[in-house]
């Protein structure tokens, strides 16, 4: 629902509705708007844990398999699930500043973050931890772009330049 009719339709009633529940049942759960966004966060950072392996870096041991894998989950990010994508965003500007609503999209980032870097040294970067940020800065960058601009935005060259870069 945030992903596609954005952060503002989230409500009660409307998940109550959507959810074939009794009015009234989600304010069981989630007593606040507070409650529920910061649930709705959780369960995307569940669901992209889930999706993505867990906690476990996928085997990754070339450059060209980090490329291949990072623009398979773009293309992901950016297609099947920009929906979802597009509610993380969501999340993330409605958060800016609350802390207990952003700990479980910062924590879900910090998983990917190390991930990111554990590959990145596997495959030859000089600076793991710095060459993350660009990496992560790039794939993030393309991501919006295609879920807000250009939904047909090329994804490799854009991958395969950023890591080649963190490779130096």
């Known amino acids: 629902m945030v992903g596609t009719e954005g952060i503002r339709a989230l409500t ?12 009234g049942s989600t304010s069981n759960w989630f007593r ?10 959780t369960w995307l950072a569940e669901s992209e844990r889930a999706d993505f392996g867990g906690t476990e870096a996928p085997a990754i041991d070339t450059p060209e398999q980090l490329i291949d894998a990072l623009s398979q989950v773009i293309a992901l990010q950016s297609g099947p699930l920009a929906p979802r994508t597009k509610a ?19 924590a879900q980032r910090r998983v990917f973050v190390e991930w990111t870097t554990a590959l990145l040294a596997r495959v030859g970067a000089r600076s793991p931890d710095e060459a993350v ?26 991958v395969e330049r950023a890591v080649r870069a963190c490779l130096d």
Not at 12 to 23: F, I, N, T
Not at 91 to 102: H, S, V
């Open 133 to 158: 940020r660009a990496l992560m800065a790039a794939g993030d960058g393309l991501i919006l772009h295609r879920v807000t601009v250009d939904p047909d935005a090329e994804i490799r060259p854009v």
């Open 32 to 41: 606040t708007r507070a409650a529920l966004v910061a649930g709705v966060a």
């Open 88 to 106: 993380r965003f969501a999340l993330f500007l409605e958060g800016a500043g609350d802390a207990e609503m952003l700990a479980p999209l910062l």
């Open 12 to 23: 009660h009633a409307r998940v109550d509705e959507r959810a074939g529940l009794p009015k």
